[in-house]
């Protein structure tokens, strides 16, 4: 009787694993989880700054700690101590609140990432997860989405031009690239048969999701930089044309809170690509049996695959410059939205084609790479739409060359000697200022 009850305690399911978690590692999960976000800003922050002064060859920071790493951390402690200034036209309240929206739905996406297999914590067995909801990717997209919301109000409520525009962008970037990240995920959903994050990591077990999706992986890389207002697509924060895009009127903890917020989304939808499409936790080319995929060990994988694609974040910076706004925007829909359409029915096909014994797996990896070379090839020797010159609305005279207006009077000069007479003196010390009027000049 106990060796039954062992060998059922043996095949828990991730689900009952995490339903049988006292409070106190649940509450012990949560304080990890709400760590990572501000010790990953910090740490990325100087990874940038570095290998941007590597690629530009430049030391980057030098000044603080060993090497300079520690300035993150200087500034970390420096920001909330320095002076909060509030434009007059703001709108105080939503103002204060734009910072905490966008940093909050960040921190609980998270929460449903799968960081390992199970382990023991204390004695108590679990798995290095704090909820692994039946649409825990819809939460995480959702929550990703939702991060836009205190951006559009921080623009709006800063009651400036340029804080408006990029809000205005930024919601108009979101909906462009939330879509084309969404269509990305259908394949892996078809294949995993699952909407539950650990789920889909157990999926991969026979194999990634990178190479058997590749157009779908592709087109969330790409996708992923344009939802997290990264370089080249950074353009709700275009210096060259915004100062500073939406944080324009911040200081203080509150500009921190947005690179916060920016920095955890980039570790968002890092995670979440390594789970839909890099196994996860798991080595690769080895079974869930493996010692490998065991213990703690897989944490270490995990967080291989996490800082390679931060790398990526930070090489498009260093590499790429931004983006014109019409071209971002036809990247999105015209060219993201229309494969991923054409790849879904791809992939219908294909598994239903599976399904019935007709095919094996190197002929559907062949016959969908020929698909995606087909249609890349059509839509390049598709002509783009010419647009016609400007003309000058004003016919150029002279042979080109700029002439003066026949009827201009030139106002006379005003006689500033006699303006200037009716200056008060100078006031000498004890004697009353004199009132009289000026013509403006100091």
Not at 259 to 270: D, K, P, R
Not at 318 to 323: E, I
Not at 400 to 421: C, E, H, N, T
Not at 433 to 441: E, H, I, R, Y
Request: aromatic content about 10%.
């Amino acid at each position: 009787m106990t060796g039954m009850v062992l060998a059922q305690a043996d095949h828990l399911t991730r689900a009952q694993l995490l339903a049988d978690d006292p409070w106190w590692l649940i509450l012990l999960k949560a304080v990890v989880i709400l760590l990572i976000g501000p010790i990953m800003t910090i740490f990325l922050i100087v990874w940038e700054r570095k290998a941007v002064g590597r690629m530009q060859n430049r030391p980057g920071p030098n000044r603080v700690g060993p090497g300079g790493y520690l300035q993150s951390l200087a500034d970390a402690i420096k920001l909330p101590f320095k002076e909060q200034i509030i434009p007059d036209t703001a709108d105080r309240k939503v103002y204060f609140l734009a910072p905490v929206i966008a940093v909050v739905p960040s921190l609980i996406a998270l929460s449903a990432i799968p960081f390992g297999p199970e382990v023991s914590i204390f004695g108590h067995r679990t798995v290095l997860q704090l909820v692994d909801l039946p649409v825990g990717v819809l939460v995480i997209l959702a929550c990703s989405s939702v991060g836009v919301y205190g951006i559009v109000l921080a623009g709006w409520s800063s009651g400036s031009p340029y804080p408006l525009l990029g809000g205005l962008r930024s919601a108009a970037q979101v909906i462009s690239y939330e879509i084309a990240m969404g269509l990305s995920i259908v394949g892996v959903v078809l294949y995993a048969q699952s909407l539950s994050t650990g789920d889909i990591v157990a999926a991969q077990s026979h194999g990634w999701y990178f190479y058997l999706l590749l157009p779908s992986f592709v087109i969330y890389l790409i996708s992923m930089v344009g939802e997290t207002n990264r370089a080249p697509f950074d353009l709700p924060e275009a210096e060259s044309e915004l100062v500073g895009g939406f944080h324009t009127e911040y200081s203080s903890m509150k500009f921190a809170m947005f690179f916060l917020a920016e920095y955890v989304n980039m570790v968002i939808v890092s995670a979440f690509a390594t789970t839909l499409f890099l196994g996860g936790w798991m080595f690769p080319f080895v079974g869930l049996d493996s010692p490998l995929n065991q213990g703690w060990l897989p944490l270490i994988w995990f967080g291989i695959k996490l800082f390679a694609l931060l790398f990526g974040f930070i090489w498009l910076r260093g590499t790429l410059p931004r983006f014109r706004y019409d071209q971002f925007m036809k990247l999105g829909w015209k060219v993201l939205v229309p494969v991923n359409l054409l790849w879904i029915v791809v992939i219908t096909a294909i598994r239903a084609i599976r399904n019935s014994g007709g095919l094996t797996t190197a002929q559907i990896l062949v016959g969908g790479a020929v698909v995606v070379v087909v249609a890349i090839a059509i839509a390049m020797l598709v002509p783009e739409k010419k647009v016609p010159p400007d003309t000058d609305s004003v016919p150029i005279t002279g042979g080109g060359y700029p002439l003066p207006p026949l009827d201009l009077k030139v106002p006379p000069v005003p006689d500033r000697a006699a303006a200037s007479k009716k200056r008060p003196r100078s006031v000498r010390s004890g004697e009353p200022a004199q009132v009289g009027s000026s013509d403006g000049n100091v």
